[in-house]
């Protein structure tokens, strides 16, 4: 690139005149001095776009960039926002961030914004999880909440979660509405920088304690750990915020062979010990792995930097060591805990559970066996926990979760945890334990007692405004043109989450669906295969996620019928990506 867009440039120049720092300045002039275009276009072609889900991108100097003046104005939209719901009352909020670069600088800037608009604010004296975060708004009966991370993107980024009252990030209508505010606010001169510190209060311990004590309230087989308090746990936070958490959490359930990977305590927002802060990546893990096999452990996880998803690792019926994927994981913790909850004849028919669309219907095939309520959502923790709070007053939240490692046991807070769900697994392993078995073994009883399912998610990368605009052609393709037959099984069933239509291919028949409207769609085939495609909210990708089952005969067949469900969930990739 020789050259900037007339446009590109006039965004720059904004900069350059406008009421930015120095510092600030002078990037963007080295910048234009080192002819760095292709940079300069990528940080001031947009506008860094405030989603439903608030700001996530690459930090730097620019308008499409992480900074403090992206998250100042973002957080003059929301502090406009809540005063206009809440004009009569004290506002207060939390603010919370977890490790990464940039984080504790930008979380200042926040509560000086929220300050100098007359609201109240809490701030974490140093990073905190996700859940924290959601469970403070609540503890501090407070009116929202921002909680500063990128979840487990690379170290370049970092992001902004808005959430609500509740402790939920934000939902239809609030998602738009605030939206609309951070849009209106056009320049910085809009924003108002200059922090009261009347209004921001340091809070830390007391809100991790009152946080521990309600993990403590979710236990459920006291008696086993007490047993089994010597199985051997190995723990990596990967550089962020569970280590926080996490370690003093199991202490507090009674282990006491919980050995940590020192080299990943470290918090670390270039997190140098790995590629990906992703529990969802076997390289993540490579580390905890190597410990777990070093000292003979019985148990691995791992989170990801804010502490919301966790992946783990077990023993198989080969001795060996195997990652679990969120599938998996989610329906080992739902089956435990409503096997729990049966067995104390605490089931009364006003249970539920709550998973997503694309997380696997075994899930709901264990609940249906426990005579337990399972609602499906849209993809996103956020419908989970916007339903927990419509059914506060009515039924009893169980636990939850979503295939991509987040779940949620107990109703402390509206968010995925980490921490409750690391404690949770580690009880669960102590309690099958107990009883002569492993989870491994559980995972096998449930399969032959509800049908052997599997999955696997596949993401087809397009970079790019052509890339953009690349999958809406594979989805209108889609919509046009739906594949008849999956691995040669007929669809019967086409689910469009855009038009909020079911219909039933053989016989006509359409069934309105009751989920807000997502550019989702999914096939049903005849033996009830599963294929959920949607593009990615946060990453330019087009996902494909694919669910197929059988019967498992017997503990001797796992293998080979595993081995047969993975090329059939191969075949049918391949025939869905090839075309359209």
């Known amino acids: 690139m020789e050259s900037l867009d007339p446009q590109i440039k006039q965004n720059i120049d904004s900069w350059l005149n406008g009421n930015y720092d120095e510092e600030t300045k002078a990037v963007i002039r080295k910048k234009l001095d080192n002819n760095e ?10 506008e860094l776009e405030f989603g439903t889900g608030g700001l996530r991108g690459i930090m730097g100097v620019g308008s499409n960039r992480v900074n403090k003046y992206t998250f100042g104005m973002a957080t003059q939209g929301f502090s406009n926002f809540l005063k206009k719901n809440y004009p009569d009352e004290q506002i207060k909020v939390v ?30 004296e140093g990073l905190r999880p996700t859940p924290e975060l959601s469970f403070a708004i609540r503890e501090l009966d407070c009116h929202g909440g921002v909680m500063l991370t990128a979840s487990h993107n690379p170290k370049e980024y970092n992001g902004y979660k808005a959430y609500d ?4 990030q934000l939902v239809a209508p609030q998602d738009k509405a605030v939206m609309g505010e951070v849009q209106q606010i056009e320049d910085i001169d809009d924003v108002t920088f200059e922090g009261v510190s009347k209004n921001i209060e340091t809070i830390g311990k007391e809100i991790d304690e009152k946080y521990l004590d309600a993990l403590m309230d979710v236990s459920l087989s006291r008696d086993a750990v007490s047993r089994q308090n010597d199985l051997s746990i190995v723990f990596s936070p990967i550089h ?31 997190f140098p010990t790995v590629e990906y802060p992703n529990p969802e990546e076997k390289e993540a893990l490579t580390m905890a792995l190597n410990k ?6 019985e148990l691995v996880m791992a989170t990801d930097p804010d502490a919301d998803r966790v992946g783990i690792a077990i023993k198989d019926h080969h001795n060996e060591w195997v ?52 609602y499906n959502t849209l993809t996103g923790f956020k419908y989970i926990g916007e339903l927990m709070t419509k059914l506060e007053d009515e039924k009893q939240f169980i636990a939850g979760g979503e295939e991509s490692y987040g779940y949620l046991i107990g109703d402390h807070v509206r968010d995925k945890d980490a921490i409750v769900s690391s404690v949770i697994i580690a009880e669960m392993a102590a309690y099958y334990k107990d009883q002569g078995t492993s989870l491994f073994e559980a995972l096998l009883d449930i399969y032959l007692q509800h049908g052997y399912y599997r999955e696997k998610l596949v993401s087809v990368y397009k970079r790019g405004r052509e890339g953009a605009e690349e999958i809406q052609k594979m989805l209108k393709n889609y919509r046009e043109d739906p594949p008849k037959k999956l691995a040669g099984s007929d669809v019967v069933l086409i689910k469009d989450y855009k038009t909020q239509v079911s219909r039933n291919v ?35 990708k087009i996902k494909f996620y694919c669910s197929v ?5 017997n503990r001797t067949t796992f293998d080979e019928t595993t081995g047969n469900l993975e090329d059939k969930m191969d075949t049918i990739i391949q025939e869905l990506t090839e075309s359209p």
């Open 95 to 124: 603010i919370a961030h977890d490790c990464r670069n940039n984080s504790s600088e930008l979380a200042q800037v926040v509560a000086d914004v929220f300050s100098a608009n007359g609201i109240y604010v809490y701030l974490f």
């Open 323 to 374: 990652l679990l994927n969120g599938n998996q994981t989610g329906a080992l913790i739902i089956n435990y805990v409503l096997n729990v909850w049966d067995e104390a004849d605490k089931l009364d028919g006003d249970e539920y559970i709550v998973k997503t669309i694309v997380t696997s219907y075994l899930i709901d095939a264990i609940a249906e066996h426990y005579g337990v309520e399972c």
């Open 292 to 297: 777990a096999k070093e000292i003979d452990a």
């Open 240 to 270: 962020g915020t569970s280590g926080v958490m996490v370690p003093p959490a199991l202490k507090r359930y009674g282990f006491k062979n919980v050995t940590l990977v020192e080299e990943q305590m470290t918090y670390d927002g270039d």
């Open 549 to 553: 089952n059988t019967e498992l005969a």
């Open 165 to 168: 009252e509740h402790g939920c």
């Open 37 to 46: 275009y292709q940079e300069l276009t990528d940080a001031f072609y947009k």
């Open 506 to 540: 053989k016989t006509g028949e359409a069934k309105d669906i009751d989920l807000p409207v997502s550019n989702v769609l999914q096939f049903v085939t005849e033996d009830k295969t599963m294929v959920t495609v949607r593009p990615s909210g946060t990453e330019p």
